[in-house]
């Protein structure tokens, strides 16, 4: 008989709803976990997981194509698609897997089916009630189109574009923000043609503009098109293409057009509104710890506003398990929360950008090492750069990266602005040499007055 009371009943089993489930089981609370579809939700299934597994495939083809340069002698004969859906696929089964049983571990008790917020104290499941002295709503995301724009057959978005059986020859990708970037640098490793088309004038547009235009540069090499400040006006099928219409009057034919202009607050039908709780364009607006409206409710991930990343779900569902057991964790800095793309070549950042820094502090140093000074990017044959912002005289505010394989120094940035480290702080930390970690610690000698391997 599964239990139908607990001190917290979570609705969603994503990201932000497990992580909160399993840090409420460590610290000795009853947890009951809805959920209507797989535990580990869009990240695990949908978002991260495969497309970062596309994406190390593409950078096998590349490798495989590009060996010559580094005296390797390989053919690349081509992409067998099967054989990449089977490797993404066992990569999401194994985790999978290994979610499920770290949820028994924890005693969470699992409710399979769709749940309805009845009041706040209560979720509905197939008819049952199950009632907790506190909820989490954490019902994730889905992706969006525009108005007007059907997805259904050549017109697909990123679940679709996740579990294709075959390679486009051309494809449109509407949204040049992170998802529309990734995807356009696997198919284009993949051998296809691509252009992407964005409304707003840059590629990843939420960066800072000199990160954006170095990866333009970059995607304009790997011959990726791409359409900035120009918006998209119409999609017509037929059996052999679909033909996508801007509004400068271009039309670019392709044998796809990949969606992703987004992604919306899946809130609608599940007794949110009717239970009272408070809407914002179908987000749910929290406090900053996480607090709804109505008291002893709480929401997790993607459908609170902000940034929508899996690590913010799990730092919101630890934060809120620890809030409810009485450990009065610190409120998460959204700017504080690392923010990767992992396209090739790759765009991390943290903090703010420079344009956001003049506004919050007014006056600001920057520092822009050029990664063609690091003999490990060299040795990668990989081009790039850091940029910092210091508030004048004060910390580091915004650390900015481009380059391959720089998604990861991004853990040492974000130590560096979530500590408020000043440049001169960073500056006499050691890093190791041959390594990308050494155009951060380059930076950071420069903006404290001592550059190393700078020039002029
Ligand atoms: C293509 C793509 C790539 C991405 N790549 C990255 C990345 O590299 N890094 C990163 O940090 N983030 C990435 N993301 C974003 C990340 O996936 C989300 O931020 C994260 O999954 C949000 O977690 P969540 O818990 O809010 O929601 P979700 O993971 O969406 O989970 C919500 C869960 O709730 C369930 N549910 C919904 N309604 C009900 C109901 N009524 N009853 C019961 N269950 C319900 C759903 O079935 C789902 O399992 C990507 C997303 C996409 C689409």
């Not at 580990?40 to 299934?45: F, P, S």
């Not at 004969?77 to 067998?80: N, Q, R, T």
């Not at 993607?302 to 902000?306: A, C, L, S, T």
């Given at each position: 008989m599964t239990d139908t009371s607990a001190d917290l009943v979570i609705l969603g089993g994503g990201s932000g709803g497990y992580a909160c489930a399993f840090r409420a089981a460590e610290l000795g609370l009853s947890v009951i976990l809805v959920e209507k579809?797989?535990?580990?939700?869009?990240?695990?299934?949908?978002?991260c997981i495969p497309t970062k597994a596309l994406l190390h495939a593409a950078e096998v083809a590349d490798s495989a194509r590009e060996a010559d340069q580094f005296g390797v002698k390989t053919a690349f004969?081509?992409?067998?698609i099967d054989g990449v859906n089977k490797y993404k696929d066992g990569i999401i089964a194994g985790l999978y897997k290994g979610l499920q049983g770290l949820a028994k571990a924890h005693k969470v008790t699992m409710v399979e089916g769709a749940g309805t917020l009845v009041d706040a104290k209560t979720v509905e499941v197939n008819g049952t009630r199950y009632t907790g002295k506190n909820l989490v709503l954490a019902t994730g995301s889905y992706s969006k189109t525009l108005p007007g724009l059907e997805l259904g057959g050549r017109v697909i978005a990123s679940e679709q574009a996740l579990n294709l059986d075959h390679i486009p020859n051309k494809v449109v990708v509407l949204g040049g923000g992170v998802i529309g970037v990734e995807f356009a640098s696997v198919w284009r490793s993949f051998g296809a043609e691509v252009t992407v088309v964005e409304a707003l004038p840059h590629l990843v547009p939420n960066e800072d503009e000199f990160i954006s235009k170095r990866l333009e540069r970059a995607f304009r090499k790997r011959g990726i098109k791409f359409k900035t400040g120009v918006k998209f006006t119409g999609a017509t099928q037929t059996d052999s293409g679909v033909s996508v219409s801007l509004e400068n009057g271009e039309t670019h034919d392709a044998d796809l057009l990949l969606v992703a202009v987004g992604r919306g607050p899946?809130?609608?039908?599940?007794?949110f509104e009717a239970a009272g709780v408070q809407m914002e364009r179908g987000f749910v607006p929290t406090d900053e710890r996480l607090r709804t409206n109505l008291p002893g409710v709480y929401a997790v991930g993607?459908?609170?506003?902000?940034l929508q990343l899996a690590h913010r779900g799990f730092q919101q569902g630890i934060f809120i398990a620890e809030d409810i057991a009485g450990l009065n964790p610190q409120p998460i800095d959204e700017s504080g929360i690392p923010r990767v793309t992992y396209c090739h070549p790759e765009v991390a950042s943290v903090g703010l950008s420079e344009a956001a820094a003049k506004e919050q502090y007014g006056s600001v140093e920057t520092f822009t090492y050029d990664l063609a000074g690091n003999g490990k990017s060299q040795i990668l044959k990989t081009q790039g750069a850091v940029k910092l912002v210091r508030a004048t005289d004060g910390p580091v505010v915004g650390l900015h990266l481009v380059g391959d394989?720089?998604?990861?120094l991004i853990g040492e940035a974000q130590l560096i602005y979530n500590w408020e480290a000043l440049p001169e702080d960073v500056a006499p930390l050691v890093h190791a040499h041959p390594s990308q970690t050494e155009a951060l610690g380059e930076a950071h000698l420069a903006l404290a007055g001592k550059p190393l391997h700078v020039h002029g």
């Open positions: 579809d797989k535990l580990g939700g869009t990240c695990l299934h949908r978002g004969e081509g992409i067998d899946n809130t609608a039908g599940h007794g993607d459908i609170v506003p902000g394989r720089v998604g990861e």
